[in-house]
């Protein structure tokens, strides 16, 4: 089964952290593009932080930039999202998708975009 799972969400105090894992089962992540998306209560789905096939680019949202890094180790088939200094704006599911390109250089940060791939997300909640 082609899928790709989320896990190391949870319940965090105000200026905690976490770390995000996305890994992929069924294929292989080397070829593709990968996002980080979050949607809160009524809200929209936004675009939180992308990385390249190979990890040379990555992107960030304004919000999150100095807080977030993303880095992926494809020999592990998984892709990672270091949150640091964690805000109750930050509450959210929090979900990974994946574009198959050539252009080693692809980085989306757009929820509209065509991802081949979404996983089912994983809950992230910012409390004290």
């Known amino acids: 089964q082609l899928q790709l799972v989320e896990s190391g969400g949870g319940l965090v105090q105000p200026g905690g952290s976490l770390r995000l894992s996305c890994t992929a089962s069924?294929?292989?992540?080397?070829?593709?593009?990968i996002g980080w998306f979050r949607q809160a209560p009524g809200k929209e789905r936004e675009g939180v932080s992308c990385i390249s096939t190979r990890g040379g680019r990555t992107k960030y949202a304004d919000s999150v930039k100095g807080r977030f890094t993303i880095s992926r180790d494809n020999a592990k088939n998984t892709v990672y999202l270091q949150m640091n200094s964690l805000k109750p704006e930050d509450t959210a599911v929090y979900y990974c998708a994946a574009a198959r390109t050539g252009l080693s250089t692809l980085c989306i940060l757009s929820p509209d975009y065509g991802m081949e791939y979404w996983g089912k997300g994983t809950l992230v909640t910012v409390s004290s």
């Open positions: 069924g294929f292989t992540l080397d070829y593709y593009a």
